[in-house]
């Protein structure tokens, strides 16, 4: 791939200026120098929901920076259930260095973009760069905190409570007005009536008919049944049992 360079810009390739993983994710950590050889390597593509990204126990030869969108993650048992297991936003990274093959399975729950780039490249990158290399390390401790934070709502919270915990997830991680607690969000839930049924271990029904308390409640709006609006995220912070 041919890379242009934005001469204004400390030979930044024009690819990855306005990026949200050059400044958020783990391209962040990289050299002008590192970023074009990086660029030379990558490709940007776009996929429809329900594409699968990562096959479980497929061999790993390539990883991803998530630019905009959901993935959803799952674990498949031996007689073929599944569980989602978490998700990714941008700029997430997808995948994980020095494994050979996934252990889980990667899809696209919405409309995803991605910049993917050779498993070689980044390897490579990161036995010269501490920086790239502790970059990683932190989103796998944030996954780790997370996957934590996810066993207590799973094990102590209410269904109310895991239903608010779920849109707060969402919208913290899509719009960026949600950081402010007194703030208000908007957002189209990345996940089917099915899907969030199955990530919170409860019915649709009951998902259902909790999402109707808390807009009942003023907490949220929802109209097309997907699109919500949260006025007030200390609301929907405090219903979430947090």
């Known amino acids: 791939m041919a890379v242009r360079r934005d001469v204004h810009n400390s030979d930044i390739p024009v690819l990855c200026k ?13 050299d002008p120098d590192q970023l074009v050889d990086l660029a030379r390597n990558s490709s ?12 479980d126990a497929e061999a790993i030869d390539s990883f991803s920076n998530v630019l905009s969108g959901v993935v959803k993650l799952t674990k498949t048992l031996s007689d073929g259930r599944q569980q989602i297991v978490g998700l990714q936003f941008a700029p997430d990274f997808l995948g994980r260095p020095f494994k ?8 696209a729950a919405t409309d995803v973009s991605l ?7 980044i390897e490579r990158m990161m036995k010269v760069s501490p920086e790239l290399e502790h970059r990683l390390l932190q989103q796998t ?3 780790l905190d997370q996957a934590r934070d996810w066993m207590v709502t799973l094990g102590r919270k209410t269904a109310s409570e895991k239903v608010a915990s779920f849109l707060l997830i ?3 991680n899509i719009d960026p ?3 402010q607690d007194t703030g208000s969000a908007t957002f189209d839930l990345p996940l089917t009536r099915a899907d969030i049924a199955d990530f919170l271990g409860l019915t649709i029904e009951t998902v259902s008919r909790q999402l109707t308390r808390l807009r009942a409640d003023g907490v949220i709006r929802i ?11 200390n609301r929907l912070k405090q219903r979430s049992g947090a």
């Open 18 to 30: 306005s990026c949200e993983a050059r400044h958020r994710g783990v391209c962040g950590a990289l």
């Open 44 to 55: 940007k593509h776009s996929v429809q929901p329900g594409a699968e990204l990562v096959g």
């Open 100 to 107: 050979l093959e996934s252990s889980i399975n990667a899809e």
């Open 115 to 121: 910049c993917s780039f050779p498993k070689t490249a």
């Open 141 to 143: 401790l944030k996954e």
């Open 170 to 172: 969402i919208a913290t």
């Open 177 to 179: 007005a949600a950081a």
């Open 223 to 233: 109209e097309n049944n997907r699109h919500v609006f949260v006025e007030n995220m």
